[in-house]
């Protein structure tokens, strides 16, 4: 399928963009500096922390790293669940929501059968996605684009 541009010019911390690439979403999240330091501190609660499982399919060589993206501040991902495949809702905030987990820093919810995400796409442990969010092989364009495919 074709590669697809990703204008990120302006985006503010907490902001989400999407596209759509081969008829799958693709979300660009700018996140703010507190949740890309939290990525750090939760490894324990992961059930893939470090991306190790099937890296060729889930995670480029370019984001194997804390924040499994080129740079820190945008996550470029598959909006898609790894378990059956619903789209997780974004949750950037902690708080509110009795369904998330305690101290929760942000991140995304699988309205179908639970399945929580940190806010780098990866799974929280005891969860039915088996897996850590896709990450789309991409590459910056310049400052303001991300070319996706
Ligand atoms: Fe997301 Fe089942 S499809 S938890």
Redesign the pocket.
């Known amino acids: 399928g074709a590669a697809v541009e990703i204008d990120i010019a302006g985006m503010q911390p907490d902001e989400m963009r999407m596209v759509e690439w081969r008829g799958k979403p693709v979300w660009v999240v700018r996140r703010t500096p507190e949740q890309v330091a939290e990525l750090s501190k939760i490894d324990g609660e992961l059930a893939d922390p470090d991306s190790l499982r099937d890296p060729a399919q889930f995670t480029p060589p370019y984001a194997q790293n804390q924040w499994r993206s080129i740079k820190p501040e945008y996550l470029v991902v598959v909006g898609i ?6 789209s ?1 809702t974004a949750k950037f905030e902690s708080g509110a929501q009795p369904s998330l987990p305690n101290n929760w820093p942000g991140g995304f919810l ?6 929580t995400f940190d806010m780098a796409g990866r799974v929280f442990k005891n ?3 088996p897996d850590n969010m896709e990450v789309p092989p991409h590459m910056y364009l310049s400052d303001t684009k991300i070319l996706v495919g």
């Open positions: 669940c790894t378990h059956l495949g619903c997780p699988c309205p179908c059968h639970g399945s969860k039915p996605a």
